[in-house]
């Protein structure tokens, strides 16, 4: 499936592996890249040699594509991206701050950057910066969020913007693909299904947590300190969702919620962990490679774009033209 985003980073399928913090390491983002997709290594929470290694293991896996995400509120960014430099990565996604200190850097070295942005006042500030592309998230998506939903954002940033996006928020099958592009989109970023693979490397307690969810098991935490969160309903987010409640300080809330994403991640425990997911949950269900899984969204994804090629609507039906 070619688009202008497979054409720029020269993947074969126009989806990205959204980089959920303590998941998108080595064996996700390398079986993504391999797959045909773009892997993304998630750099929030790392050492300069943490991510070193990451991309050296990376490359150790895969000739493809692959990207570096970097949350741009963490002090050690300049760092990181020396180090993506001297690694030779042509391609970042941003988010959690704006690239514009460091665009001058990026260009210099010839790295493709993408922005992660949830709104339209933000895309076209990007596109300002030059940023090569945009994830447009909508507030469906795990992990931090915005407000808008993906069906009310992707087309509104689509229609204000001249670069490429990538629609994110709410994508499990081929049906969301085919919604995306349908809203103007050139690709989608993926993250929640992406949980319910063979390679994704987080405690089974976790993936199984994601596979018992349904439409209503997430909720949304930290509104009211300005860094809203979705993540699966647990007895750890009912506690922190009372303490917002009864207007506790940024402080009393981040002691409960402190280390909880590792706890789930890599301990297992999805009682008193963070389990980070979107609205789309409900529609992961089962285990399979993230071959077997984007192979399978892309068929399904381009039969639904064929049959809609060849129908139209007539007084509320669909016939076939």
């Given at each position: 499936?070619?688009t202008?985003?497979t054409?720029?980073?020269?993947?074969?399928?126009?989806?990205?592996?959204g980089?959920m913090?303590?998941?998108?390491?080595?064996?996700?983002v390398s079986?993504?890249?391999n797959?045909g997709?773009l892997?993304?290594?998630?750099?929030?929470?790392?050492?300069a040699?943490?991510?070193?290694?990451e991309?050296?293991?990376?490359?150790?896996?895969?000739?493809?594509p692959?990207?570096?995400?970097?949350?741009l509120?963490m002090?050690n960014?300049?760092?990181l991206?020396?180090v993506?430099?001297?690694e030779?990565v042509?391609?970042?996604?941003?988010g959690?701050?704006?690239?514009?200190?460091y665009?001058?850097?990026f260009?210099?070295?010839?790295?493709?950057?993408?922005?992660?942005?949830?709104?339209?006042?933000i895309?076209?500030?990007?596109e300002?910066?030059g940023?090569?592309?945009?994830?447009?998230?909508?507030?469906?998506?795990?992990?931090?969020?915005?407000?808008?939903?993906?069906?009310?954002?992707?087309?509104q940033?689509?229609?204000?913007?001249?670069?490429?996006?990538?629609?994110?928020?709410?994508?499990?099958?081929?049906?969301?693909?085919?919604?995306?592009?349908a809203?103007?989109?050139?690709?989608?970023q993926?993250?929640?299904r992406?949980?319910?693979?063979?390679?994704?490397p987080?405690?089974?307690?976790?993936?199984?947590?994601?596979?018992?969810?349904?439409?209503?098991?997430t909720?949304?935490t930290g509104?009211?300190?300005?860094?809203p969160?979705?993540?699966i309903?647990?007895?750890m987010i009912?506690?922190?969702?009372?303490?917002e409640?009864?207007h506790?300080?940024r402080e009393?809330?981040?002691k409960?919620?402190?280390g909880?994403?590792r706890?789930?991640?890599?301990?297992?425990?999805?009682d008193?962990?963070?389990?980070?997911?979107?609205?789309?949950?409900g529609?992961?269900?089962e285990?399979t490679?993230?071959?077997?899984?984007?192979?399978?969204?892309?068929?399904?994804?381009?039969?639904?774009?064929?049959?809609?090629?060849?129908?139209r609507?007539?007084?509320?039906?669909?016939v076939e033209?």
């Amino acid at each position: 499936m070619s688009t202008t985003i497979t054409q720029l980073l020269g993947i074969q399928y126009p989806i990205f592996q959204g980089a959920m913090a303590q998941i998108a390491r080595e064996p996700l983002v390398s079986a993504v890249s391999n797959a045909g997709g773009l892997g993304i290594i998630g750099s929030g929470g790392m050492s300069a040699d943490v991510l070193r290694e990451e991309i050296r293991k990376v490359r150790n896996h895969t000739t493809k594509p692959f990207a570096v995400n970097l949350m741009l509120m963490m002090p050690n960014i300049p760092e990181l991206i020396q180090v993506i430099i001297e690694e030779q990565v042509n391609i970042v996604t941003t988010g959690a701050g704006t690239p514009a200190p460091y665009m001058t850097t990026f260009k210099e070295h010839g790295i493709t950057v993408i922005a992660v942005i949830p709104s339209v006042k933000i895309a076209k500030k990007m596109e300002l910066l030059g940023v090569d592309a945009l994830v447009a998230e909508g507030t469906e998506a795990g992990g931090h969020i915005g407000e808008t939903t993906t069906m009310a954002l992707v087309p509104q940033v689509a229609s204000a913007v001249s670069i490429p996006v990538v629609a994110a928020g709410g994508v499990a099958d081929g049906r969301g693909i085919a919604a995306a592009f349908a809203l103007g989109a050139q690709g989608v970023q993926v993250g929640t299904r992406f949980l319910t693979t063979v390679e994704c490397p987080t405690h089974d307690n976790f993936k199984q947590a994601v596979l018992d969810a349904d439409d209503t098991s997430t909720t949304v935490t930290g509104r009211s300190i300005g860094g809203p969160v979705r993540s699966i309903k647990n007895g750890m987010i009912a506690d922190f969702l009372k303490l917002e409640n009864e207007h506790a300080s940024r402080e009393e809330l981040e002691k409960i919620s402190l280390g909880s994403l590792r706890k789930a991640v890599f301990e297992g425990d999805t009682d008193r962990g963070s389990v980070m997911a979107g609205q789309i949950c409900g529609m992961c269900n089962e285990i399979t490679t993230v071959e077997q899984m984007i192979t399978s969204m892309f068929s399904e994804a381009q039969a639904l774009l064929q049959q809609l090629g060849n129908t139209r609507i007539t007084g509320g039906q669909t016939v076939e033209i």
